[in-house]
């Protein structure tokens, strides 16, 4: 390692011993190198991303796990505060419609599987002959 590092490669260096965080989201392959050099020479040492880096992606994700699960008393509120007729009729509506997408979807696999019966039959008037060639 002779070789002199590049001035902005040495300023990235001392960035990411500032930031260790950083080196963490690495090790946990979060993000390349690559990826982080290319955003701190973008977007500068200043940039507000950095100071949010301070948890990472999987951090993150917990957090947002936990927010969205919902607990048992949460989901009994719910259920309480739910109008049984009204949830009937949703039901009920979405039932009919499942219906009506499946009457569409046998139709349609009905007139299809007419018209494959008709190539079906050309088909093995024409794989009855092994050897049928034309001639040129």
């Not at 977007?43 to 948890?55: A, F, Q, V």
Request: charged fraction near 25%.
């Amino acid at each position: 390692m002779d070789k002199e590092l590049h001035p902005s490669v040495k300023e990235f260096k001392n960035f990411i011993q500032q930031h260790p965080h950083l080196i963490k989201a690495v090790r946990q392959e979060e993000y390349t190198w690559q990826e982080l050099f290319e955003d701190w020479y973008l977007l500068g040492e200043d940039d507000p991303r950095w100071k949010n880096e301070g948890t990472s992606k999987t951090e993150n994700n917990e957090k947002k796990e936990e927010d969205s699960k919902l607990s048992i008393g949460q989901i009994t509120k719910i259920l309480k505060n739910m109008d049984g007729n009204q949830l009937q009729q949703h039901i009920q509506q979405l039932s009919q419609a499942i219906g009506a997408v499946q009457g569409v979807l046998t139709q349609f696999s009905q007139s299809s599987g007419q018209n494959g019966a008709q190539s079906s039959g050309a088909q093995q008037a024409k794989s009855n002959n092994p050897f049928s060639f034309r001639k040129d």
